[in-house]
C-alpha cells in the first residue's frame, strides 16, 4: 500500500494532522506505536485531572461543615476513583478513534 502521507504519532498534534491531510484529499498513514490520544490523553493532564477532580471533591465534602452541611464520615474508594479516571480516558479515546474512523484512518 502507498501513502502520500505518513503522519508518526497519534498524539494531539498527529491524529488531527492526519484528519486534515485526509480531508484534503491525502492518502493518510498514522502510525501509533500505542494508544492514540498520546501521553496528555492517556497517562498525563486528562487521568490527572480527574484524579485531582476527585482529590477536590474530598476536599470539599471534608469542608462541608464550614458551609453549614454536616455529613457523615467520608472516605476514598481509590478502586472507584480509579476506575472513573479510566472510564474518563476510555471516553476520550473512543471519541479520538470515532475521529479517526469518520475520516477512514482506522
Not at 52 to 57: C, I, P, S
Not at 76 to 85: G, S, W
Request: charged share 25%; net charge positive.
Amino acid at each position: 500500500m502507498s501513502y502520500q502521507v505518513v503522519v508518526i504519532g497519534g498524539g494531539p498534534g498527529g491524529y488531527v494532522a492526519a484528519i486534515r491531510a485526509a480531508q484534503m484529499g491525502a492518502k493518510v498513514a498514522l502510525v501509533e506505536k500505542d494508544e492514540v490520544g498520546g501521553t496528555c490523553l492517556n497517562w498525563g493532564c486528562i487521568p490527572t485531572k480527574a484524579l485531582v477532580a476527585g482529590a477536590e471533591t474530598l476536599h470539599k465534602v471534608r469542608r462541608a461543615e464550614e458551609f453549614g452541611i454536616r455529613v457523615g464520615e467520608v472516605s476514598i474508594n481509590y478502586a472507584r476513583l480509579v476506575e472513573r479516571k479510566d472510564a474518563v480516558v476510555g471516553k476520550m479515546v473512543t471519541g479520538v478513534l470515532y475521529l479517526l474512523k469518520k475520516t477512514k484512518l482506522n
